[in-house]
């Protein structure tokens, strides 16, 4: 009886035990909208910033019995005034797990902005002001009195476009919750630049004069005249390439010899002649005539703008620092929290090593949702390559500076996840995605998995893209990417895989673009594209699915489905080493495009010293790792590299395919094992884009070999939070 009596002790007092080591191994601190900085941190007492969860977060991590650290965020707005910073050494030092997320069910938003009080909300009292506007709406346009609603800083309008630099947005006002769009005309649509008068300089040839061109419109453009104060104004459009939009302030107008003066150079000058060669005019409060369009005064620091029916908030965006920074951390997770309304960037990661951003929602950005590694200074001029300054927390002149220094290490870390995320409504683009090291090959292994991605572009629309990926090893999995004038997916570095991603509505305006585009780098290889549904891209202009720009080489591309991808699935612009194989390819003008680019009018990046010359020797691809890890590579040279080889397309459906390949076929090593047909009833069903093959087509007897296609995998799946 003493003895069982002993044994039922024991027991309890290891239960005890083991519940009390079990509380101790996980910290918990709460944090609410209405909690108090002197309080403790409980759930009963809260406090209220994150700021102060850390500090107690950081001295629990000290404590050896704790082994995870939460913060727990109750529901509500919390205004976000500088940078949130979770940097190893300075705000968190510890090595146990950290994860910072929103309570059950609690809908977490971190605000970079104003939300103005709708009492300040007012008609307009300036008469003379109110007779600038058109009469049939001068009586719905409301104005607010931006100081006296605590925003005294405004951030003009300036200069966006290609390869200038990101910084961030100019303050922006949104209506519930939805961008406002700053008054121009036409509400919709471009005008053709109908003669150019002045080229101005051109940066990419090396002419950094400080003026810009001159065009001249028609006669039957006579809206200009009503603009009283055109030197406010900026010029959104193509001027010369259709892959480099521009944003250039306007100078002056003559309205009598009909003549625009452009306050700045763009890239490649301006010409005329093309239908993308076109723009509009905003930033002008004469085109206030739609909901949503606004205009910020910076001189009288007012608002003005045409409410939507059921006006319910204005907000303002003021931060213009990352809304947070996650530096030299390991396992920190940031989970169900929305970030909005800031002129910056959402989340800087650097020296990051399993990171999660989970279940997260960005929106209502100036600049991207999540920039991982360092970016570089804004530089000068408006330069497409150069050496620039490593920057943290900027993304700058990151573009230009990659362009020249193709194995710059950004620091971005390793083994880092961005999952479950959204992404909208953002200025310039989704998230760029680094991590590993091109001189070693050693891969990043840091992934965007089931994120949904779409209209990224609400400022600038070139070469800011979905998702930008680079360094070596990353994957991006299982997304959705849409809705953008210019491409999804940029790319540069090696041994990255993409699958299973739905990608659709991309390069709506621009010309010669792809979907997913990398190029002019022969040592960029070993990438993997399989199993992806592309489709309904492009619009009048000319665009594919993958672009293989200028002697882009060493990507295998296999089980994607194309699917009405604009004028080619593929373009192969005179690189090698690129396979397509089992994929299926239904109505498209052409399945593949193939040239010899670099024999005649892109033959000088094969120059001594060129380009290509430069990024090859810049890794030493002569030498291990990357003569061993891409065999055809070591003797690039010797190769004739002028001339594709080895781009093989075989196994392949065609499904209303009119030409199987464009430029010059007998580049491609073409297949005898190629199925071309027109029946689309080999599919489940066709009409609602269903492209699972039916087991009675027969496609395994047609084509040897040929694997299905898990078409079901394939997207963004929704997750409940």
């Known amino acids: 009886m003493i003895y069982r009596s002993i044994r039922v002790f024991a027991l309890l007092f290891f239960l005890l035990s083991f519940s009390h080591l079990k509380a101790q191994s996980v910290k918990t601190i709460y ?216 944003n250039l302030p306007v100078k002056s107008i003559d309205t009598v010899k009909r003549l625009i003066e452009m306050g700045t150079s763009t890239m490649y000058g301006i010409a005329s002649g093309k239908p993308w060669r076109a723009w509009y005019a905003y930033n002008l409060p004469e085109e206030i005539d739609q909901q949503l369009e606004y205009y910020i005064d910076a001189d009288k620091k007012k608002l003005y703008f045409l409410p939507p029916a059921n006006l319910k908030s204005v907000e303002i965006s003021e931060l213009e620092e990352p809304m947070m920074a996650l530096e030299g951390v390991k396992n920190v997770t940031i989970k169900n929290i929305q970030f909005t309304c800031s002129r910056g960037m959402g989340v800087y990661m650097e020296r990051t090593e399993k990171a999660h951003i989970q279940q997260c929602s960005f929106s209502n950005l100036g600049m991207m949702a999540i920039f991982m590694g360092r970016g570089i200074e804004p530089f000068k001029n408006l330069v497409i390559s150069g050496t620039g300054k490593p920057a943290s927390r900027v993304a700058g002149g990151i573009t230009p500076h990659i362009y020249d220094n193709t194995a710059y290490d950004r620091l971005a870390g390793f083994n880092n996840e961005i999952s479950d995320c959204e992404i909208y409504q953002t200025g310039s683009g989704g998230i760029f995605l680094s991590g590993g090291d091109r001189f070693t090959l050693k891969p990043g292994n840091s992934v965007v998995k089931n994120c949904r991605i779409h209209d990224f572009n609400r400022i600038n629309q070139s070469y800011s893209p979905g998702i930008w990926i680079s360094g070596v090893g990353n994957s991006i999995v299982n997304c959705e990417i849409f809705d953008a004038p210019s491409m999804a997916i940029l790319l540069n570095g090696n041994d990255h895989l993409i699958e299973y991603n739905n990608i659709h509505h991309v390069a709506l305006e621009v010309d010669d673009q792809g979907a997913l585009y990398y190029g002019r780098n022969p040592s960029e290889r070993g990438i993997v594209v399989r199993y992806n549904y592309f489709h309904n891209l492009g619009g009048t202009n000319s665009t594919n699915a993958v672009y293989h720009d200028d002697g882009a080489c060493g990507m295998a591309v296999y089980g994607n489905v194309f699917y009405k991808t604009g004028t080619y699935g593929a373009l192969i612009g005179g690189g090698s080493d690129n396979p397509y194989t089992n994929n299926i390819f239904i109505d498209i003008p052409y399945a593949v ?129």
């Not at 769009?181 to 400080?210: H, M, Q, Y």
């Not at 397309?649 to 005898?672: C, E, P, Q, R, Y």
């Open 31 to 246: 944090v609410a909208v209405n909690g108090n900085s002197n309080r403790v941190g409980s759930k009963q007492q809260p406090v209220n910033s994150l700021n102060d969860a850390l500090v107690i977060a950081t001295r629990a991590g000290k404590n050896k019995n704790v082994k995870e650290v939460r913060i727990i965020l109750r529901g509500g707005i919390y205004p976000i005034q500088s940078t949130i910073e979770i940097v190893q050494g300075k705000t968190w030092n510890s090595a146990v797990p950290l994860t910072i997320e929103a309570d059950k069910h609690a809908r977490v938003i971190f605000h970079g902005g104003t939300t103005i009080n709708m009492n300040n909300v007012k008609p307009i009292t300036d008469s003379n002001y109110l007779k600038r506007f058109e009469p049939a709406v001068q009586q719905q346009i409301k104005e607010v009195d931006l100081v006296a609603v605590g925003v005294d800083k405004i951030a003009k309008p300036y200069p966006v476009g290609y390869y200038r630099p990101f910084l961030p947005a100019w303050t922006e006002a949104f209506f519930n919750h939805i961008p406002g769009e700053l008054a121009r005309w036409p509400n919709k649509g471009t005008i053709l630049i109908d003669s150019v008068i002045d080229a101005g300089p051109v940066p990419r040839n090396g002419d950094f004069a400080k003026r810009g061109g001159i065009i001249r419109y028609a006669k039957s453009v006579t809206r200009v005249s009503k603009w009283q104060q055109p030197q406010n104004a900026f010029l959104s459009g193509y001027f010369n390439w259709g892959y480099a939009s521009d």
């Open 593 to 721: 495009h193939i040239d010899k680019r670099l024999t005649n009018w892109s033959k000088s990046s094969l120059d001594k010293g060129g380009i290509y010359e430069t990024r090859l020797n810049l890794v030493h691809y002569d030498k291990p790792p990357y003569s061993t890890a891409y065999h055809e590579l070591k003797n690039y040279w010797e190769d004739t590299p002028a001339i594709p080889k080895r781009d093989i397309f075989s196994k392949n459906i065609l499904v209303n395919i009119k030409h199987m390949a464009a430029g010059d076929s007998t580049l491609l090593v073409i297949g005898k094992d190629n199925l071309r047909t027109n029946d689309l009833s080999i599919f489940k069903d066709a009409q609602k884009q269903d492209f699972n093959l039916k087991n009675e087509a027969g496609i395994e007897n047609k084509i040897p070999g040929f694997k299905p296609i898990p078409f079901n995998k394939i997207g963004y799946h929704a997750v409940s939070y």
